[in-house]
């Protein structure tokens, strides 16, 4: 059976220097990169839960396991890092994060979250940008489980926001009624990250 593919809206602003946002250079290649060690996960564990919690009327926890059971989308997408790289024509599998937030009835004053990953990494995203239709909680890239690297056994994908709103290794995501900075914007990056606006550093 085959999954539903959703196309995300900036892989149809036309050619592929029309694609690439201000300041990027296209890449073929997936690059590395992240702050500290790559963390070793085993979502097998009995512990391993993503939660889903905060500003809401039904908190509720999932394991690895459960995420894998629910419902997969394709999500044909371009990818673009803060540090100068894009990569045109990926495609991701995973959860729609709009099924997730539903499933726990935010609370009407709910606008941002919070995604909360292993070593205590944490990123902002408004909410209204986190349920779009292209962004998923992702586990597959290209038809294969994701890399290490790369945020296994699970990350955000937000794909109309520079790729470090895309977190890995999640394990959390806290509904909140105001915004704050997760982990990168405490060192310096922009609150939102628009990589049409080149929304890279400050508030």
């Not at 371009?78 to 099924?99: I, P």
Request: glycine share 8%; hydrophobic share 35%.
């Amino acid at each position: 059976m085959s999954r539903p593919k959703i196309i995300s809206p900036d892989t149809q602003r036309g050619s592929a220097k029309e694609r690439t946002p201000p300041g990027q250079t296209l890449t073929a290649k997936w690059p590395v990169l992240h702050y500290g060690n790559v963390p070793k996960v085993d979502p097998a564990r009995a512990d391993w839960k993503l939660k889903i919690f905060g500003q809401c009327d039904a908190e509720y926890e999932l394991s690895y396991a459960d995420i894998r059971a629910l419902p997969a989308v394709d999500v044909f997408c371009d990818m673009h890092c803060v540090t100068h790289w894009s990569r045109l024509d990926n495609t991701f599998t995973g959860v729609a994060t709009k099924l997730l937030i539903e499933r726990a009835r935010p609370k009407p004053n709910a606008r941002f979250v919070m995604c909360h990953s292993e070593a205590g990494f944490t990123v902002n995203v408004p909410l209204e940008e986190f349920i779009k239709d292209d962004c998923i909680l992702a586990y597959q890239w290209e038809g294969k489980d994701l890399e290490p690297d790369h945020g296994w056994p699970l990350r955000g994908l937000v794909p109309q926001l520079y790729l470090w709103k895309s977190a890995k290794w999640l394990r959390g995501i806290e509904l909140r009624g105001t915004d704050a900075p997760g982990f990168w914007e405490q060192n310096g990056y922009h609150m939102h990250g628009d990589p049409w606006e080149e929304e890279r550093f400050g508030w």
